[in-house]
C-alpha cells in the first residue's frame, strides 16, 4: 500500500536554526517525491520534487531534501529558518504521471523569536 | 510555471443546495485533473480522478453522486457537491497535471466551502 509518514505533527524553532522534516513512505514502484508548504487558508505551493538522479535536491526558499531509499525517507532541510517558514509542511509521493499523490498528514512548523 | 485558479474562493451555502467549484488551468492544458479534501488541521485527501472527455474516478468512500465531477474541457473541471450538507464543509483543493513524465501537479489556491 502506498503510505507517506511524517513522525512530527509539530515542530517549534527558534529562528536562525537548522530545520530537519521527517519524512518515509512506502511505495510500490519507482516513487516520485515531493514536499509542499501551505500557509493557513492558503493552497499549495511545491518546495521541491525528487524524480531520479542526484539524491540531494534543491528547493525553493533554502530548502533542500535527501532521498534515501534504504532507509525509504525524503526528509527536508533548512540551514536556518526565517520566521515566515511558519507553515505546514505536506510530503507527498506519487508514481509517473497521470497518478494521484498521495500525502502525508503534515508537519505544522512554529518559528519562535 | 503552470497556475490554475479556482472560483469561488470561498462560498457559504444553506444546507440543501448546491455549489459548484470551478478549477481551471490558465496557462497549459490539464489533461489529468484531481480533486482533494482538506478538513482542518488535517491532510489532503484524494476524492476523484478526473480525465478530460471521460467519467471520473472515484475513492473508495467518495458518493459519486453527491459529489458530481465534469472535466469538459483540457482546461476545466468542475465539482458540484449537490445537496449540500454541514458535513461537507471543508477546504477543497484541486490539482491539474499537464501529462508530462514527471507528474507534477499543479495546485490551485483551494476554496473554502462553509454549509450552514
Known amino acids: 500500500a502506498q503510505s507517506v509518514t511524517q513522525p512530527d505533527i509539530h515542530i517549534t524553532v527558534s529562528e536562525g536554526a537548522s530545520l530537519e522534516l521527517r519524512c518515509n513512505y512506502s511505495y510500490g514502484a519507482t516513487p516520485y517525491l515531493f514536499w509542499y508548504v501551505q500557509s493557513p487558508g492558503q493552497g499549495l505551493q511545491l518546495l521541491l520534487k525528487y524524480f531520479s538522479g542526484d539524491t540531494l535536491v534543491q528547493g525553493i526558499k533554502g530548502f533542500e531534501a535527501e532521498f534515501k531509499r534504504s532507509q525509504s525517507s525524503f526528509n527536508l532541510r533548512k540551514p536556518s529558518v526565517h520566521w515566515s517558514d511558519a507553515a505546514e509542511y505536506f510530503c507527498a509521493v506519487g508514481g509517473s504521471g497521470n497518478t494521484p499523490l498521495v500525502f502525508g498528514k503534515g508537519t505544522r512548523l512554529s518559528v519562535i523569536a | 510555471g503552470a497556475v490554475v485558479s479556482q472560483h469561488p474562493s470561498w462560498v457559504i451555502c444553506k444546507s440543501g443546495t448546491s455549489v459548484k467549484i470551478e478549477c481551471r488551468s490558465l496557462d497549459f492544458q490539464a489533461t489529468t485533473m484531481f480533486w482533494y479534501r482538506q478538513f482542518p488541521k488535517q491532510s489532503l485527501m484524494l476524492m476523484a480522478t478526473?480525465?478530460?472527455?471521460?467519467?471520473?474516478?472515484?475513492e473508495q468512500g467518495v458518493e459519486k453522486d453527491k459529489f458530481l465531477i465534469n472535466h469538459a474541457s483540457l482546461t476545466l473541471s468542475t465539482l458540484t457537491v449537490t445537496s449540500a450538507h454541514p458535513e461537507d464543509s471543508s477546504f477543497y483543493i484541486c490539482?491539474?497535471?499537464?501529462?508530462?513524465?514527471?507528474?507534477?501537479?499543479?495546485f490551485g489556491p483551494g476554496t473554502r466551502l462553509t454549509v450552514l
Open positions: 490539482s491539474a497535471e499537464a501529462g508530462g513524465w514527471d507528474n507534477e501537479q499543479f
Open positions: 478526473s480525465n478530460e472527455g471521460s467519467k471520473a474516478t472515484y
